[in-house]
C-alpha cells in the first residue's frame, strides 16, 4: 500500500524504494500543474494527497500504469449533459469496482454493525479541490444547515435517510469518523451511496456557508441573489451546491477533474482536480487526462462527427445503428469502436402510462389483458433480426442473464409473438367493432389511437416504433409517434397527459439480491408506467395519489419488506416475488435486451476494455471502468 510518506520519501529523497524505483517528481505528478506549483499556487503532490490514498493496482485489472497529460473530447448533445461528468467519473463514499462488489472510495473504511449502524471513516489529509480538508465538518453541515433546516427541505429529510419513516441518527465521532444509524435495518444505504446519482451525505462547507442564511449578512446574501438570479438564499444554495449537474465551476469537488466553466457555452472544460484521492500503484497521481472538453453539438449528427475523428470518447448519442459507419471509418481516421453489452432490462421498452388522464385508456391500461395483448403483438424476432443484426436476446422488461436473480421465465412471460392470442384478448375486454380500416372502437366510439411520445434522443427507437406500427396494426390498434424535449416529455409524463411512452427498461438489468428492488414499485414522479403512484412515494405522501391496484400495492409491500430485511436470503425472495409479479402483469412492454452499444475512442487511448457492459445503474456508464486510469499513449 503505498502511502503519502512513500510518495513525500520519492520526491525529496535520493533513495527511491525498489517497488517504485523508477518513479520520479516529474512522473508521479502531471506537468499540467507544474506553472501553478512554482507559482505558489498548490502545494507538491505529496501534500495534495491523503496520508493513505486510494491505490489503483492496474496490472491486477489486466491493465497497465500510464502517462499523465492529454485533453479528451466528447461530444454531448445538449448543455444539461455535463451531468454525465460526475456519473463517468465516479468517486463515492464507496464504489462498485468491475465485479460490482462494493469497495471503499473516498472513505478509508467503513462497518456495519447489525446491518443498521454504519460508521464512516474518511482517509486522514483528503482535501476538496480547492485545497480546504474533507473532515466530518462537511457531513455536519449538510445534515445539521441541510437536512434538518426546515426552511431549506420543507417537506423534511429526504426518503433516502429514513427506514419505515424514521430518520437517521447522526453522529460526529471525531475529526474523521462520522456515523448512522436507525432502529431497524437499512439494507440501501450503502448501494445509494455507489450509484449514479449517490444519496448526498456531505456538502463542502467552508464554501456553501457563504451562500447560507445561517451564516451570511441578508445585505450579501441580498446581492447574491441579485447576481445569480435566483428567488431567495434556498434556490442560491441549491443552484450553488449542485453537484450532479456541474455547472458552478466555483463549488469543491472531488470528482477526478472539475468544472472550469460557466453555462451557457458550447464547450465545457473540465481539468484534474488536483487534490484527487487516487494514485496508481507506481505511485502516480490519478486521473492521467488533464483536461475532458465536453463539446455540444446536435444529438443528430453525434454519430457522424465521431465517425470523422471529433471525439475520442464516446458512447452517449451513439446507438447501433452507428456502428457500421463509425467502423468503416477506422480505415481513415485514428478511431476504434468496440460493442459493449447494454445492461438495461430491455434496450427499448413501451410504457403504457397506468395514471393517464384519459379515463377511458386509462381504465384499458390498468385491465392486464390489454398489456398481455400489446406484448403478444410484438414480434420480437424480426425487431432482433432487421435492428439488432440476431444478436440481442429476445425478451420482455426484465433482468439479464447475468443477474443472479434471472429466471427464464420472465424472460418469456408474455413474450412470444401471437396475435392471434393478442386479438382473443382484445375481444374479451369488450373492444371488439373496427372502423372500415380495421383499428378498434373504444367504448365512446373513438378509434383506438395511441400515440407514444418519446424524449426524441434515440434513432432506434424511432426505428423499433415503425416496426411496431405494423404490429400493433394487426390486433387493431393504431401507433403514432410523438417526440419532444427530455424535459417537456418528463413534464408531460408527470401531468398525465401522456398515453404511453418508449424509453430504455429497467435501469439495473444486473441486480444483486442486495440492491434495492425500487425500480420494481412506485418510488418516483418520473416513472414512465405509474409516475402519479411514484410521486405519492417520492414526496413522502404529500403529493400524487397512492396505488389503487392490488398488484402494485403489493410491490409496494414487498419493497417495504425489503427495506426491513437483515438477511441475502430474504431479500432474494422478495426479488423473486417482484419479478414474477412483473412477468405476470406485463407493468412495461420489452422489445429485446443485451443489446449491442458502440462505444468509439481514440486509437491513441489507452486501458479502456474491448468489452464491457454498459448502463446507468449499476455500471455508471464507464464509471466502474474507471476513465481516471485511460491514458493517451501520446498527444495528439
Given amino acids: 500500500m503505498i502511502t503519502r510518506r512513500q510518495i513525500l520519501g520519492l520526491l525529496t529523497s535520493a533513495v527511491i524504494p525498489a517497488t517504485l524505483r523508477a518513479n520520479t517528481e516529474s512522473t508521479l505528478d502531471s506537468s499540467f500543474l507544474r506553472e501553478r506549483i512554482d507559482g505558489g499556487e498548490l ?128 453522529e460526529v465521532i471525531d475529526k474523521l469518523t462520522v456515523r448512522y444509524s436507525w432502529s431497524l435495518p437499512n439494507p440501501r444505504f450503502l448501494s445509494r451511496l455507489a450509484a449514479p446519482n449517490p444519496q448526498t451525505l456531505m456538502l463542502p462547507s467552508a464554501y456553501l456557508r457563504q451562500f447560507h442564511a445561517s451564516y451570511q449578512s441578508p445585505e450579501n446574501l441580498a446581492a447574491f441573489i441579485d447576481q445569480y438570479r435566483v428567488d431567495d438564499w434556498v434556490g442560491l444554495h441549491r443552484k450553488m451546491s449542485r453537484q450532479n449537474r456541474p455547472e458552478n465551476p466555483d463549488l469543491p469537488t472531488l470528482e477526478a477533474w472539475r468544472p472550469r466553466t460557466w453555462p451557457p457555452a458550447e464547450q465545457f472544460v473540465f481539468e484534474r482536480n488536483p487534490y484527487f484521492h487516487r494514485v496508481d500503484e507506481t505511485g502516480k497521481q490519478l486521473p492521467y487526462i488533464d483536461r475532458v472538453l465536453l463539446n455540444v453539438s446536435s444529438t443528430e449528427i453525434i454519430a457522424a462527427k465521431t465517425a470523422t475523428g471529433d471525439s475520442d470518447l464516446q458512447g452517449v448519442g451513439l446507438g447501433l445503428p452507428d456502428y457500421t459507419l463509425i467502423k468503416e471509418s477506422e480505415k481513415r481516421f485514428p478511431i476504434k469502436v468496440s460493442l459493449w453489452r447494454r445492461t438495461q432490462g430491455s434496450s427499448v421498452a413501451l410504457f403504457p402510462n397506468l395514471n393517464c388522464e384519459d379515463p377511458v385508456w386509462r381504465s384499458l391500461f390498468q385491465d392486464v389483458r390489454v398489456r398481455r395483448a400489446m406484448s403478444l403483438a410484438i414480434n420480437r424476432r424480426e425487431v432482433n433480426q432487421v435492428l439488432y443484426y440476431g444478436l440481442a ?163 409496494g409491500k414487498l419493497l417495504d419488506n425489503w427495506m426491513l430485511s437483515t438477511n441475502t436470503e430474504q431479500r432474494t425472495a422478495i426479488w423473486d416475488r417482484m419479478l414474477a409479479i412483473h412477468a405476470d402483469q406485463v407493468f412495461s412492454i420489452g422489445t429485446v435486451n443485451g443489446g449491442l452499444q458502440p462505444l468509439a475512442r481514440s486509437a491513441l487511448l489507452r486501458n479502456i476494455p474491448e468489452t464491457g457492459l454498459y448502463g446507468y445503474s449499476p455500471m455508471s456508464y464507464l464509471g466502474v471502468y474507471m476513465p481516471d486510469t485511460f491514458w493517451f499513449e501520446k498527444e495528439r
Fill in 393 to 555: 436476446h429476445e425478451s420482455a422488461n426484465t433482468v439479464l442473464p447475468e443477474s443472479p436473480l434471472f429466471k427464464p421465465e420472465y424472460a418469456t412471460a408474455w413474450a412470444s409473438y401471437d396475435p392471434d392470442q393478442a386479438n382473443r384478448l382484445l375481444d374479451e375486454v369488450g373492444i371488439v367493432e373496427r372502423n372500415p380500416a380495421g383499428i378498434r372502437l373504444l367504448s365512446d366510439g373513438r378509434p383506438a389511437y395511441i400515440t407514444i411520445e418519446s424524449a426524441g434522443e434515440s434513432t432506434l427507437e424511432t426505428d423499433v416504433l415503425e416496426l411496431l406500427t405494423d404490429h400493433f396494426r394487426q390486433v387493431g390498434i393504431a401507433l403514432f409517434i410523438r417526440s419532444s424535449q427530455r424535459d417537456i416529455f418528463r413534464s408531460r409524463i408527470m401531468g398525465g397527459s401522456v398515453m404511453m411512452s418508449v424509453f430504455s427498461g429497467l435501469d439495473n438489468g444486473l441486480p444483486s439480491a442486495d440492491m434495492a428492488p425500487t425500480q420494481l414499485a412506485p418510488t418516483r414522479g418520473d416513472q414512465l408506467q405509474w409516475p402519479v403512484w411514484g410521486l405519492h412515494y417520492m414526496s413522502a405522501q404529500t403529493q400524487g395519489k397512492p396505488a389503487d391496484m392490488p398488484y402494485v400495492k403489493e410491490l
Fill in 43 to 170: 502545494p507538491e503532490l505529496a501534500s495534495r494527497l491523503p496520508d493513505k490514498p486510494r491505490v489503483i493496482d492496474l496490472k491486477s485489472m489486466g491493465r497497465e500504469p500510464g502517462r499523465h497529460g492529454g485533453n479528451l473530447r466528447i461530444l454531448i448533445g445538449r448543455a444539461k449533459d455535463i451531468r454525465y461528468i460526475p456519473i463517468n467519473s465516479y468517486s463515492r463514499l464507496v464504489c462498485f469496482n468491475e465485479q460490482l462488489e462494493m469497495v471503499p472510495d473516498i472513505l478509508d473504511s467503513y462497518t456495519v454493525e447489525e446491518g443498521r449502524i454504519f460508521t464512516l471513516h474518511l482517509r486522514p489529509g483528503h482535501r476538496w479541490s480547492d485545497g480546504s480538508e474533507l473532515t466530518s465538518e462537511d457531513f455536519n453541515y449538510f445534515w445539521n444547515d441541510v437536512v434538518l433546516n426546515t426552511e431549506y427541505l420543507r417537506g423534511g429529510p429526504p426518503v433516502g435517510l429514513k427506514v419505515d419513516g424514521e430518520v437517521a441518527k447522526f
